[in-house]
């Protein structure tokens, strides 16, 4: 059955600058072309130059604004020298959403360091560079949001997904500190735990796995990336200044 197309939300970010990181694919791409959509200028980040020019030309021919940062979240000088290229040449940057991450599953008896390194630094460690980096021009402006993509693996646990797990529950702790550490610069940070969202991720599980997880989500499907997308809309928005180390579920029911 093919997905129905989700209703977005309207939100006017006009005159705001918006970073994403792993906007080439999946669930960034959608938030990068929603935020572009809704008139923030939007910094694609991500390894995939190729890819990142591709979601950029989409937002431009909608009338939006895009630009391509190729940077790996991993790195902390590739990171500081984005912010500082965006903050600098974009006049600020309001807007950040941590979105890149990555699995590497399998069972703790065979989970190896390199396994357990490798998404812990590009979940937790990417978003941590990006947070500080961007806490500098977000506090001399006063204002700011942040938005942290972590997943119910970070709040239900999963079994397979030890390294997985710990990155996102670290992201609820690190989204909850930072919110406390900035809410009084008028600078919100919030996570969004999506459950399972169809997208190359997700597709990687295969036909009988999937049929598994729909069994478990009330909503009796996979979630739509612009289901993601839309929360960010609204956390990203002036509407939301009050909400602040919030972690919202987007699971079709899957935690209740
Ligand atoms: P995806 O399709 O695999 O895309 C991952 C993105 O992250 C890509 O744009 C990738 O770009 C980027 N990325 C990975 N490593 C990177 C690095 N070292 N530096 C820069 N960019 C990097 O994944 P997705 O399903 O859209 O998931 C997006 C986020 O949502 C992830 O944080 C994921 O954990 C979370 N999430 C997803 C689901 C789901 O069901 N899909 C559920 C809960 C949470 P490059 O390869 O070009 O670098």
């Known amino acids: 059955m093919a997905a129905q197309a989700t209703e977005m939300l309207s939100v006017d970010l006009s005159g705001q600058i918006a970073l994403v990181t792993g906007a080439s694919r999946g669930i960034g791409k959608a ?25 950029a030309s989409q937002i431009q021919k909608a009338g939006g604004e895009a630009g391509v940062f190729g940077c790996d979240v991993t790195n902390s000088e590739e990171v500081n020298a984005v ?61 700011g949001r942040i938005i942290n993509i972590t997943s119910v693996s970070g709040l239900m646990g999963n079994p397979g997904q030890s390294n997985y797990s710990a990155s996102k529950a670290g992201m609820i702790g690190f989204t909850r500190t930072v919110a406390r550490e900035l809410g009084s610069r008028k600078i919100t940070v919030n996570a969004i735990a999506p459950g399972f969202i169809e997208t190359e991720m997700t597709a990687a599980l295969g036909p009988a796995l999937q049929e598994e997880v729909k069994k478990r989500v009330p909503a009796k499907r996979l979630g739509q990336t612009d289901e993601v997308a839309n929360a960010v809309l609204f956390l990203a928005s002036k509407s939301a200044g009050y909400v602040n180390g919030h972690v919202l579920t987007i699971d079709g029911g899957m935690t209740a």
Do not use: H
């Open 31 to 55: 938030i990068a072309v929603a935020l572009g959509q809704s008139g923030a200028k939007v910094a694609c980040v991500a390894r995939q130059r190729e890819k990142l020019e591709e979601v």
């Open 83 to 143: 912010v500082e290229q965006v903050a600098n040449e974009w006049d600020g940057l309001q807007i950040l959403v941590n979105n890149a991450g990555i699995t590497q599953d399998t069972l703790i008896p065979r989970m190896s360091d390199e396994q357990w390194d490798s998404v812990l630094n590009t979940n937790l460690r990417g978003a941590f560079l990006f947070t500080r980096a961007a806490s500098f021009p977000m506090m001399q402006a006063r204002y």
